[in-house]
């Protein structure tokens, strides 16, 4: 050995002790004072990716499946509400999810705007800002999911003011109940890791409310509205899809095995229904498309979300193939059977999608399909009830409170824009710009 290489050996070594110590003593008890710099990294560069996910991936997955002239309105009611979600996050959206526990319905008001955060976050070794950061990118990327429901014809006025109002009134409160010590978590041990139930069966349901209510596009199911650009919605797609990673890793909040495993077990579900939506797709329509790639990814993406850090990458796969053969039969349901006009399936793959994995979660986390393990109390059967209760209170919360607030921000500004607008795009009736300039 060279001494420079003696020198490298002994500097790493002296490192990885260094590391070690906090690592070690966050593991035996799981709660420290002192923030560990390496499971604080993670945490702000899962938030980094948790963003990416809304801006640029959600923006060019939703963007590339509509029409040409109505692309860029797309990208800018993506952008206005992860804007306008951020901001509210920050003024009372964490304090009502994530303040003091008093009832279990609601977080009290001690940190509005972010004031009194503590050195750490309870339960964790990361500092309190960081872990307000990353939940501030779930709130924000949540409602944006939504866009996809209205896309051609909501008009951006009332977009920004529902999706604000919808943060603070479905987002915060649920959030609460499950991840911020509320009575659907502590009372009757419904489990999320990482959004099935908190961001996709809030975002589904809420757009399939919306849709409903908004009435179909012009032309509506007999007009063929084909996607202005698949290579968009597939450059969007491995967008999320890396994202992801971050967005169900980082909700082990620690970089440790946890973590690790839940992004192992992402890959593995949307690998599996990316090829099982290939697979229907062929025989079902003679052709395997790309559209269907991108859809099928994200349909197993949404369906491990709530199961990522608690099963085994077998099970996973298991999650991936079963979101394919529910999410593709929804979409035709819903579109050409109900002529329900959820333009982008926001209901079908995310809605769906995060129901059923928030069920089949209560199976594999028996420990002999390599689950985790049930809590003392708990059974398949007790768990499965309890995420039962949990997915079918959030969906009729979500339901009800969107349905308001849709009518309501309706009296202050039309939901829908004119016949005429409509027919020339939401580029220019609403933003005055075309996303293309081709002369």
């Known amino acids: 050995m060279t001494e420079t290489t003696a ?7 002296g490192a990885m002790l260094t590391l070690l110590t906090p690592l070690a003593a966050h593991a035996q008890d799981g709660l420290t004072d002192v923030a560990d710099s390496g499971d604080t990294a993670w945490i702000l560069v899962s938030s980094a990716l948790v963003l990416m996910m809304a801006a640029p991936g959600l923006t060019l997955f939703y963007g590339g499946l509509v029409r040409a002239k109505n692309f860029l309105s797309v990208l800018v009611q993506c952008g206005a509400i992860v804007a306008v979600a951020s901001l509210l996050w920050i003024v009372a959206g ?11 319905w609601i977080g009290g008001g001690g940190a509005l705007m972010l004031a009194n955060l503590g050195n750490v976050r309870a339960g964790t070794a990361v500092p309190e800002s960081a872990y ?11 409602p944006a999911l939504m866009a996809g429901a209205w896309v051609d014809r909501a008009r951006f006025g009332w977009v920004v003011g529902f999706a604000a109002l919808w943060g603070l009134t479905v987002y915060a409160p649920v959030a609460h109940w499950i991840w911020g010590g509320g009575w659907l978590a502590t009372k009757l041990g419904t489990l999320d890791f990482a959004g099935g139930i908190v961001v996709h069966t809030t975002a589904g349901v809420s757009a399939l409310v919306v849709a409903v209510l908004l009435g179909k596009r012009a032309g509506f199911p007999k007009t063929l509205m084909l996607p202005h650009s698949p290579a968009l919605t597939m450059a969007g797609a491995a967008l999320l899809w890396v994202g992801w ?15 690790a495993a839940a992004i192992l077990n992402t890959h593995a579900a949307a690998c599996a229904a990316a090829l099982m939506w290939l ?6 329509v003679g052709k395997a498309t790309s559209i269907g790639f991108a859809t099928g990814a994200i349909a197993g993406l949404a369906t491990v979300t709530p199961a990522a850090g608690f099963i085994s990458p077998g099970a996973a796969i298991v999650f991936g193939i079963v979101a ?7 979409i035709q349901l819903i579109k050409f059977r109900l002529e329900i006009d959820d333009s982008l399936d926001v209901f079908a793959v995310h809605g769906v999608g995060g129901i059923a994995g928030s069920l089949l979660l209560a199976v594999f986390l028996s420990p002999a399909l390599g689950g985790t393990g049930y809590a003392e109390h708990m059974g398949m059967a007790s768990q499965l009830v309890a995420q039962a209760i949990g997915v079918g209170v959030v969906a009729a919360w979500s339901a ?6 849709a009518v309501a921000v309706n009296l202050a500004c039309p939901m829908r824009v004119s016949e005429d607008e409509e027919r020339e795009g939401l580029d220019l009736s609403s933003h005055g710009e075309r996303a293309w300039e081709l002369d």
């Open 7 to 13: 020198r490298r050996a002994i500097a790493a070594t």
């Open 94 to 104: 964490y304090s009502l999810a994530f303040g003091p526990v008093g009832n279990g």
């Open 132 to 142: 307000a950061l990353f939940q501030l990118c779930f709130a924000a990327i949540t």
């Open 245 to 259: 990673f971050g967005f169900n890793g980082g909700s082990a909040l620690a970089a440790n095995d946890d973590a």
């Open 279 to 284: 697979v229907i797709e062929k025989f079902a």
């Open 324 to 330: 394919a053969g529910l999410c593709y039969p929804m």
């Open 400 to 405: 009800v409170v969107s349905a308001i607030l």
